[in-house]
């Protein structure tokens, strides 16, 4: 099976890029809007209880993070990818790294935070799309207080396995 | 905020459930194949504290349930929603009990488990389908070790804000 990790922004974040993905975003309907803490990797359900327990030690050394969102952005020319920019405090960044260094295996990319609005656009859509979006203004503050671990279905869509609350002793 | 309250079955159960869904199921993009065990209900961001401290103390109290799911059902007449049926043994039943009675308000309905499958069909579309499918052998044995709660987005699809693990002590 394969899992990830995500953070849900609030529902005034979600259904915001909500409202933007469902034109540009072919995931759309496959999970809601989320900052991607793990990138997929495949565990087996025997596999995962250990992965479990190791989110939740993490999970235990952290306090809820703040998200501030302030601007749209490209991943171009890397690729088409159109997201809002999430402003990364520290610990934000600490967390993406203690969670990727608990698994083995590679890092893509430098970590960036973000929610994903748009991918799998031509250039010619991509420039427009961005050209109109790039000078938006955007504004949300959040505080996340949980993780959560997905799995995916045949389908492509995601089901949350479970949630681990940021909770620093 | 509306809020509910699910099982999600097993990967296998959900990846079946599914291929009948993107059929007949018009919630297909909005939700995973999921058993519903209090229906949706309003709530505040601050109110819902409070329902999740209720929800784990509940799920402080239960085994994890099995499900059997030993047929396709339909609950024509009284809506034209067809479902897998899932046998019911006690604690299934009192888990959904104290749920709901952890809560103020109605009980629409007597609860009957099940996972739906197809709904929103005119009497003809339900008589076809249901028709074809109510011979179809199925045979899934499930454990589920884990309830979420769920809020719903501006586009009508859901979101889990927790999980809590069945556990007693």
Redesign the interface.
């Known amino acids: 099976?394969k899992f990830g990790i995500v953070i849900?922004p609030s529902?005034k974040i979600?259904?915001y890029a909500?409202s933007l993905r469902?034109r540009y975003d072919p995931h759309y309907?496959?999970i809601?809007p989320h900052l991607t803490l793990k990138s997929p990797f495949e565990a087996t359900e025997e596999e995962i209880k250990n992965v479990v327990q190791k989110i939740d030690a993490i999970a235990r050394n952290f306090n809820p993070v703040s998200l501030n969102i302030t601007k749209i952005g490209s991943f171009k020319p890397v690729n088409n990818v159109i997201y809002l920019k999430v402003e990364s405090p520290e610990d934000l960044v600490s967390l993406h790294s203690e969670l990727n260094s608990a698994f083995e295996g590679d890092q893509e990319y430098n970590f960036v935070p973000h929610i994903t609005i748009g991918q799998n656009m031509s250039d010619d859509e991509h420039s427009d799309v961005y050209g109109s979006l790039r000078m938006t203004k955007v504004q949300f503050e959040d505080t996340a207080d949980?993780l959560?671990l997905l799995?995916q279905?045949?389908?492509g869509?995601?089901?949350?396995?479970?949630?681990f609350r940021l909770r620093k002793e």
């Open positions: 099976m849900f529902k979600q259904d909500n469902r309907a496959l809601p949980r959560h799995y279905l045949d389908n869509s995601w089901t949350v396995y479970e949630t």
